[in-house]
């Protein structure tokens, strides 16, 4: 989505946005524990409508946003909740590496449960 909105505006905001982004989710991320999630991107301020969709058609049981409130602000993760019946949390660390390592932590978890 950043990538595409870099693409289509040519800021350079969203290519380093979505570049930092899949920088840390290549560190933590392991294919096994997450054939059930689905990841889906928001801006800073706001739901995209597409993300917004397939929120809506997804009904998940629980949504995890990845990063602290300079990646994704509190009214997002408060806007987040109407998409689901179950909890809206956040995973942060001090900085990225410190968030990419405890999004491994939860993908861990989440795998061994499975």
Not at 30 to 58: M, N, Q, Y
């Amino acid at each position: 989505m950043l990538l595409g909105l870099a693409a289509a505006t040519g800021e350079a905001d969203y290519r380093r946005r979505a570049e930092a982004t899949l920088e840390a989710f290549a560190g933590a991320v392991k294919g096994e524990g997450l054939r059930a999630a689905s990841f889906l991107l928001v801006a800073r301020d706001a739901v995209p409508p597409a993300t917004a969709a397939e929120l809506a058609r997804l009904r998940p049981a629980r949504i995890v946003v990845l990063g602290g409130a300079s990646a994704v602000s509190d009214g997002v993760v408060a806007a987040l909740q109407q998409y689901t019946s179950g909890a809206v949390t956040r995973l942060a660390g001090g900085d990225r590496y410190a968030t990419a390592a405890a999004v491994s932590q939860l993908v861990s978890e989440f795998a061994a449960s499975r």
